[in-house]
């Protein structure tokens, strides 16, 4: 079975500096895809970025990287240059190949001060 | 723009009663899902539905059921709620990756049903 696991307690970041949120992930299957969401206070889940097994570079996709380390299993979102918009839940979460469905980790938490 | 909607933002509910969660996407997907999240557990999924009239279990079906009529909707039915079923309830859609050939097709979501049984 898939397990996504996110430990950090809730984190506080300053205003303008990086955070790195851990994500270690756990499959059996060569073929998978890793994905990050944002979860501000109003609840909707939004798609930030997607990371697949075989891509050979790491994602990016504005302020937000992921930082993949296949053989440690591990896929960490790093946001650059922290906004007061980026407060929020970010989650983790993976699909093996051909599977529709995700399994999410529990979350951290993110507070951007000013 | 792609859309998920979910019929109430908040609603409340006594124990026993039937409750239904309605979620409409517009974006044509076959698949759409039925999640609950409560503070430290995340995302746990209830019920998947990857066309009409089909359905799977998920992590977490007991107390529920679902009904998918046609492409576009979706329903979470509790028969008998009760106060465990407290919690907040995230519709989502996505295409059946295993027709699109795409591992890398998100899943939308919609903006949540927070429900209170008292």
């Known amino acids: 079975a898939q397990k996504i696991t996110q430990t950090q307690p809730g984190m506080f970041v300053q205003e303008k500096e990086a955070v790195t949120l851990d994500c270690t992930y756990d499959?059996?299957?060569?073929?998978?895809?890793l994905f990050w969401y944002k979860q501000p206070s109003s609840g909707e889940m939004i798609f930030l970025i997607y990371?697949?097994?075989?891509?050979?570079q790491n994602a990016t996709e504005g302020r937000y990287s992921l930082n993949f380390q296949k053989a440690r299993k591990s896929a960490n979102l790093v946001i650059s240059a922290s906004q007061l918009g980026d407060s929020a839940m970010y989650f983790c979460a993976m699909r093996d190949y051909g599977n529709n469905r995700l399994a999410f980790g529990k979350g951290n938490q993110v507070v951007v001060i000013p | 723009d792609v859309k998920v909607t979910q019929s109430s933002r908040y609603l409340v509910k006594r124990t026993g009663e039937k409750v239904f969660l309605e979620c409409v996407q517009d974006m044509d997907h076959e698949n759409m899902f039925w999640y609950r999240q409560d503070p430290g557990l995340g995302l746990r999924l209830i019920y998947f539905?990857?066309?009409?009239?089909?359905?799977e279990k998920g992590d977490i079906p007991e107390g529920y059921s679902v009904s998918r009529e046609k492409k576009e909707r979706f329903s979470l039915i509790l028969e008998s709620a009760s106060t465990n079923q407290t919690s907040m309830y995230l519709c989502?859609?996505?295409?059946?990756?295993?027709?699109?050939?795409?591992?890398?097709?998100?899943?939308?979501f919609g903006p949540g049903t927070r429900l209170t049984v008292t």
């Open positions: 989502a859609s996505s295409l059946n990756i295993r027709l699109a050939g795409d591992s890398s097709y998100e899943q939308y």
């Open positions: 990371q697949g097994s075989y891509d050979q």
């Open positions: 539905s990857y066309d009409v009239k089909m359905k």
């Open positions: 499959t059996s299957d060569p073929s998978y895809g």
